[in-house]
């Protein structure tokens, strides 16, 4: 008995050693890449005529470390990764949660939900630019001639990291983790072989000083703070990630290793610029020696493309949920692990966050010009996060409007002030996430404005399903013909008549022996036990109703589900059975419904989706599709 615990024990041991290198590799590896472009940023304006004052330096750190413990610490690491959808974490899976529960705010909960997912697929495209930019840059320390390849060796770099997304990460991502854990090593060396070169920046750690630095920067160190808050860039993709990692390992690698590194490193580019002004023009890469120069740019560029894998890997995720949640069309999801959910490829967003990335790359030219656009998508996901759970603490955990207030008043105070200070660089290239994000905002919205307005509309018209059964049932010469076989009718509305199986009768004359009015629901939980998968039940001799319902992290496999109807009743014989869909062709209509411009937005996107056939994984020689045309 006791061999048998120790070895549940080591077993537990070391999976959970697995999910925290894991995490580290993932989770860490965007905020992870921060100290690189961070400091150099935030301490630009104060430079003059080669003079640093000291306690503008020892201001900015303390303000750096402070950030990182409030905001990553409080809010994200002991906080939000408590705020979960049955495990499941990130804006989207917090808005599944909220509707459900929710009454008369919805439609803010819902425009709350889209802005920080748009927000933060926003994130996705400058990241990558940003990030890989900031380390080959370091390769012109190395060697001054290597500055005119800095762009073309991005842009290339780009190219491989979004062709190999269709073969899957799950080969690669075997060494993001020990990479990444070498390069927060790297860091946290790098910080303390240079902490001795001036003492007095540990005062640092003292929040006064921070404080101090707010006070007295005046209007330029308004602007600065949009730099700052470079130092938390990532954080979201902690609480995007929960699901696949769990809160332990995120909590445990944020303690024991990035945490601590990533203040080292800080305190080190710090004490370094204290001791030798000159250091700021490149304060990350100065801080080693020569000899290690080439290995650490090479380290950097690789954590950067673990970083760039991370925010590219939670863009897919979010756009399956929103699919799964309603928001965008069915779009082409591929499952490239046969054993993680979540090693997904979407090659929509794919394509969409490729081609973002490269005219970002082309159009800024460097890191210096890219990171003054980064600020404003972070800090906007942000403040959304922490407005959500408000609602979240007061619907969910029961705390009083008061309490929920007095916790997260503080933490708004800071992000906003962040916000506003990130959004004075709008004229500046800050305009380009604001733009992405309204740009995904509207799509998000027509698609569920005019999905709403196409089921009323064809609602209209509907016939109850039990009236349709009972006018089939008395005998008339016009009954149709009955065909051996199952027939499979799938819709969204169960208790309506389907279109299609009105067409197959109008058009055909026949019924089959057995008719299934098939719908699949998404639920606002990520994932359904299979105990509540399939509902069945009778409705006539020749009619059943099956209902198959999915959580939205899940793959919504019609086939696979139906072949488990067996053991409640229903032979599902896949040669026997013919599914039948009904295809929509949408036509404007002038004057009535949508304003002109969503009704082309909205057709379009409707033709991007994928056939359903395709996203419910149903056999290709087995489906009859029947078309109607259908003005909005």
Not at 31 to 40: D, E, K, Q, V, W
Not at 214 to 228: D, E, K, N, P, W
Not at 400 to 421: D, K, N, R, W
Not at 497 to 506: D, E, F, G, S
């Amino acid at each position: 008995m006791s061999h048998a615990t120790s070895h549940d024990r080591s077993t537990d041991t070391r999976k959970f050693l697995v999910l925290l290198l894991g995490s580290i590799g993932v989770v860490y590896g965007d905020i992870g890449t921060s100290p690189l472009y961070a400091f150099r940023e935030a301490l630009r304006p104060f430079v003059s005529d080669g003079v640093i004052r000291e306690e503008v330096v020892i201001g900015l750190i303390s303000l750096m470390i402070w950030t990182l413990t409030i905001i990553v610490t409080f809010k994200y690491v002991l906080f939000l990764l408590r705020a979960d959808n049955d495990g499941e974490g990130g804006t989207l899976s917090l808005l599944a949660l909220l509707m459900k529960k929710s009454g008369s705010y919805m439609p803010v909960l819902f425009f709350a939900g889209v802005i920080g997912a748009a927000l933060f697929i926003g994130d996705a495209m400058i990241t990558p630019a940003l990030s890989v930019m900031s380390a080959l840059e370091g390769m012109k320390l190395v060697t001054p001639a290597f500055a005119d390849y800095v762009l073309p060796l991005s842009a290339a770099i780009m190219v491989g990291l979004f062709l190999v997304q269709s073969k899957g990460t799950a080969a690669v991502s075997k060494f993001f983790g020990p990479i990444t854990v070498v390069w927060f090593l790297a860091m946290a060396w790098g910080g303390l072989i240079h902490i001795g070169d001036n003492w007095t920046i540990l005062q640092a750690l003292n929040p006064l000083n921070a404080l101090w630095f707010i006070t007295h920067a005046g209007i330029v160190g308004l602007i600065v703070l949009g730099a700052v808050f470079l130092t938390v860039t990532g954080a979201e993709a902690l609480y995007a990630d929960l699901g696949h990692f769990g809160r332990k390992p995120i909590q445990v690698a944020w303690f024991i290793l990035v945490f601590p590194a990533l203040a080292l490193n800080y305190l080190g580019q710090g004490a370094l610029v204290l001791t030798h002004p000159e250091a700021v023009e490149n304060p990350f890469y100065l801080l080693y020696p020569d000899w290690a120069l080439l290995p650490i740019v090479i380290l950097a560029t690789m954590a950067t493309i673990i970083a760039s894998q991370a925010v590219i890997t939670g863009a897919f995720s979010l756009a399956r949920q929103a699919v799964h949640l309603g928001f965008l069309p069915r779009l082409m999801i591929k499952f490239t692990s046969e054993t993680n959910t979540g090693q997904i490829y979407v090659p929509a967003v794919n394509g969409v966050l490729f081609i973002g990335v490269i005219v970002l790359i082309f159009s800024f030219g460097d890191s210096e010009s890219l990171a003054t656009a980064y600020g404003i998508s972070v800090t906007g996901a942000m403040v959304v996060t922490t407005l959500m759970a408000h609602q979240f603490l007061r619907q969910v955990w029961g705390y009083s409007v008061v309490t929920a207030s007095l916790l997260l008043l503080p933490l708004l105070l800071i992000e906003g002030v962040f916000l506003i200070a990130n959004l004075t660089k709008i004229h500046d290239g800050g305009w380009v996430p604001v733009v992405l994000a309204v740009a995904i905002m509207l799509v998000m919205w027509t698609w569920t404005r005019g999905s709403r307005y196409l089921k009323n509309k064809i609602a209209q018209s509907d016939i109850p399903l039990t009236d349709f059964i009972a006018a089939l049932e008395k005998k008339s010469k016009h009954a149709p013909a009955i065909v051996s076989g199952t027939a499979i009718f799938l819709t969204s509305v169960p208790d309506r008549t389907p279109a299609v199986l009105l067409h197959n009768i109008k058009h055909n004359h026949v019924l089959h022996e057995r008719n299934v009015i098939l719908t699949v629901w998404t639920q606002d939980k990520p994932y359904v036990p299979d105990s509540e998968r399939i509902q069945i039940q009778t409705l006539s001799e020749r009619f059943m109703r099956i209902d198959l319902t999915f959580g939205f992290m899940e793959d919504p496999n019609v086939t696979k589900a139906l072949s488990a109807c067996r053991k409640k009743g229903f032979k599902f014989e896949i040669m026997n059975t013919s599914f039948y869909l009904g295809r929509r062709v949408l036509v404007r209509s002038p004057n009535v419904g949508l304003p002109g411009w969503q009704e082309r937005l909205y057709i379009a996107l409707a033709d991007f989706g994928i056939d359903p056939s395709d996203y419910f994984k149903l056999p290709a020689n087995r489906v009859v599709e029947l078309g109607e045309q259908v003005a909005i």
